[in-house]
């Protein structure tokens, strides 16, 4: 397996429409106009993408003052979304993407590593679309915990 293609700063978002928690289609193109945090995670009710989710749930009030959404994807099918959302209480769309193929265009599916091996699988990584459907910011490799205050002081949130 290659290194997949990574986005840049300036890059155009992959465009996408996938289903949410609730089986309902979401678009990136809904959110033209304002920016959008686009995150992948490996699994809904994992530990780190448990602890991340929590993190973007708390703080969503400020991204959302500061003109910014968050959207979370990844491979997991609805109904496993839509538990983890109930579960955990998070007010922002999970949407599901089980081809991986929303997370091949962003470069956040293919070679890592984990525990000192090499696996395929979710990159977890973040993205900040701007209003025109530009990326703005591109982060690889995220680490689930302290990642979304990172975050939050990189974009002056």
């Keep these: 397996m290659t290194e997949n293609h990574r986005l840049s700063p300036g890059d155009t978002a992959p465009a996408f429409t996938l289903l949410d928690a609730d089986g309902k289609e979401v678009s990136l193109s809904d959110y033209r106009g304002r920016k959008v945090?686009?995150?992948?995670?490996?699994?809904?009710?994992t530990p780190g993408c448990t602890k991340q989710a929590c993190d973007f749930r708390d703080s969503l009030s400020?991204?959302?003052e500061a003109g910014i959404d968050v959207l979370g994807i990844s491979p997991d099918k609805p109904a496993k979304l839509a538990k983890f959302r109930d579960n955990e209480g998070l007010t922002f769309p999970l949407l599901s993407d089980p081809d991986k193929q929303v997370l091949s265009a962003y470069g956040a599916f293919g070679e890592k590593t984990m525990y000192g091996k090499t696996v395929v699988?979710?990159?977890r990584s973040t993205f900040l679309v701007d209003e025109n459907g530009k990326i703005e910011v591109a982060?690889?490799?995220?680490r689930a915990t302290g990642h979304v205050a990172k975050l939050r002081r990189d974009i002056s949130v």
Excluded: R
């Design 62 to 64: 400020e991204l959302n």
């Design 121 to 123: 699988g979710v990159i």
């Design 37 to 45: 945090i686009v995150y992948f995670y490996p699994a809904a009710s």
């Design 139 to 142: 982060q690889y490799n995220v």
